[in-house]
């Protein structure tokens, strides 16, 4: 059953009643959240309206001299069109007096903060890993290997005069680009004696630093948001992302494990169990 956060299209049931509505002697606003919620619905919204009429063409206000007052109010609840249906037919019949609306919409996005335990209010300068080997342009495809084996590193910036951001090299871009032997990934551990051996054969390729990297380079500033930097390295299906500064100039480097690290400390970090009910379909 996918929750919302899965779905591209949903409905929104607008529901306009009075303040002064009842149901069973409760104010029928309140009323209505209660059914809501036993129906398990997503969540839902109450707004209270300034001013507005209805059926009988009297108008409504708020005033200072006004003390009872009966105005305007609107409930939001956007959910599946399933799940819509079934509440559809739950809070119609107490509606004795109003509106009831219903509109498709489409959900971007759908969450809450048990459900995203990252604390996106924080700069990636705070989180980010400052101590970063940069590989020059002008190196050899050995000598950019070896810089990621010493280092246990997958991907290094690539930067040029005043630490401008001008590509990345990984681990991939050397096995496909400068046709480096998968056996000489640097995710496999190598003796001493293989490292010796890689290095012969690779000092043969022809190929720089600046032939194979990755270019233009997908960055993010210092200065971004953690929540930002995230949704930019998500949306490109991207592990690592270099930072930089206002000018360009590298700062650091946001990776995946940084960005988990702040997940597992966060205080919204919380068992799966506790989340709210998922927006699905009965």
Do not use: C
């Not at 591209?8 to 303040?19: D, F, G, H, P, V």
């Not at 206000?61 to 939001?76: G, K, R, T």
């Not at 739950?90 to 919409?105: F, I, R, Y």
């Not at 995203?116 to 002008?138: C, I, S, Y």
């Amino acid at each position: 059953m996918p929750e919302l956060s899965d779905a591209r299209q949903a409905q929104r049931l607008r529901i306009y009643i009075s303040e002064g509505d009842r149901w069973r002697g409760t104010p029928l606003y309140q009323a209505l959240l209660q059914v809501l919620r036993a129906n398990r619905a997503a969540g839902a919204t109450v707004f209270r309206g300034l001013a507005g009429y209805g059926a009988h063409s009297h108008i409504h206000a708020a005033s200072l001299e006004v003390l009872a007052m009966d105005l305007p109010i609107i409930i939001d609840v956007v959910d599946t069109p399933e799940k819509i249906a079934a509440i559809v037919e739950v809070v119609a019949p107490m509606v004795q007096e109003g509106l009831l609306t219903l509109e498709d919409v489409q959900v971007i996005k759908y969450t809450h903060r048990f459900l995203n335990p990252l604390p996106a209010e924080k700069l990636v300068a705070e989180v980010m890993t400052r101590e970063v080997v940069a590989l020059n342009p002008d190196m050899t495809v050995a000598q950019a290997w070896q810089q990621m084996l010493q280092h246990a590193v997958k991907a290094l910036p690539v930067v040029a005069a005043a630490r401008q951001v001008v590509g990345i090299v990984t681990d991939e871009d050397l096995l496909e680009r400068a046709g480096v032997p998968a056996r000489l990934s640097v995710a496999r551990r190598l003796d001493a004696a293989e490292v010796q051996q890689a290095l012969h054969e690779l000092t043969v390729l022809p190929l720089t630093v600046a032939d194979v990297m990755t270019h233009p380079v997908i960055t993010v500033r210092d200065t971004d948001s953690l929540g930002a930097a995230t949704t930019r390295m998500v949306k490109a299906g991207l592990k690592r992302l270099p930072v930089v500064d206002a000018q360009g100039g590298l700062t650091g480097m946001l990776s995946r494990l940084d960005v988990l690290r702040q997940v597992a400390h966060s205080p919204h970090a919380v068992p799966r169990r506790q989340k709210p009910p998922a927006l699905q379909p009965d």
